[in-house]
């Protein structure tokens, strides 16, 4: 069964702090690894997708690498704005013709001025 | 942008009455899906669709049915609501995987339900 971990539940931050949210996962043959953002009482916003070890994409303040275990969402000099909950999820080979992702549950960022 | 539009924000239903969410997508994705999302349990999916008049089910489809008679519409319907089907309910759309990708969804602004 795929599995999806992200770590911290939670993070606080000064702004300017730069940090670091992971999202582990087991897999049988990785397809992609997306990368949303949410906002409160809002819908998850698309940031990245990540096809391969070794790839890495960045927006603004934002960075996201991935290995054979995990990805990386590296967050430099945040801001207030950057507040919200990270959210990872994972898309293997297909099984019995399903491409459904398996979401993690999570990172809630708070970023103080 | 693609957008996917779900007609309402908030909406508060009585038990047992039947409950028809709406979603509409403007980029003519093949895929639709439902999720609901509760506090600590994260994204549950519950129907998806890869197209007209098909559907699958997710994780959690008890309670629940679909209807997709357009590709740009997918409707989620509460057969009967009860009050665990309070919840936020996301809708979300991608294009179809064999066509190259994989490729993220894009979401709606999500509706608040409330069952009481």
């Known amino acids: 069964e795929d599995q999806v971990t992200q770590s911290p539940e939670a993070l606080r931050l000064q702004e300017g702090e730069s940090s670091s949210l992971n999202c582990s996962y087991t897999v049988s043959g990785l397809r992609g690894l997306f990368w949303y953002r949410q906002d409160p009482g809002k819908g998850p916003e698309f940031l990245f997708t990540l096809y391969s070890a070794g790839e890495e994409k960045e927006k603004e303040r934002l960075k996201a690498t991935l290995t054979k275990k995990e990805s990386f969402l590296h967050i430099t000099a945040p801001k207030p704005e950057d507040s919200a909950t990270y959210l990872c999820a994972v898309q293997a080979k297909a099984s019995g013709g399903s491409y459904i992702p398996t979401f993690g549950r999570g990172t809630s960022l708070i970023v103080h001025p | 942008d693609v957008k996917v539009t779900q007609s309402s924000r908030y909406l508060v239903k009585r038990t047992g009455e039947k409950v028809f969410l709406e979603c509409v997508q403007d980029m003519d994705h093949e895929n639709m899906f439902w999720y609901r999302q509760d506090p600590g349990l994260g994204l549950r999916l519950i129907y998806f669709?890869?197209?007209?008049?098909?559907?699958e089910k997710g994780d959690i489809p008890e309670g629940y049915s679909v209807s997709r008679e357009k590709k740009e519409r997918f409707s989620l319907i509460l057969e009967s609501a009860s009050t665990n089907q309070t919840s936020m309910y996301l809708c979300?759309?991608?294009?179809?995987?064999?066509?190259?990708?994989?490729?993220?969804?894009?979401f709606g602004s999500g509706t608040r339900l409330t069952v009481v």
């Open positions: 979300a759309s991608s294009l179809y995987t064999s066509t190259g990708g994989p490729y993220g969804y894009t």
């Open positions: 669709s890869y197209d007209v008049k098909m559907k």
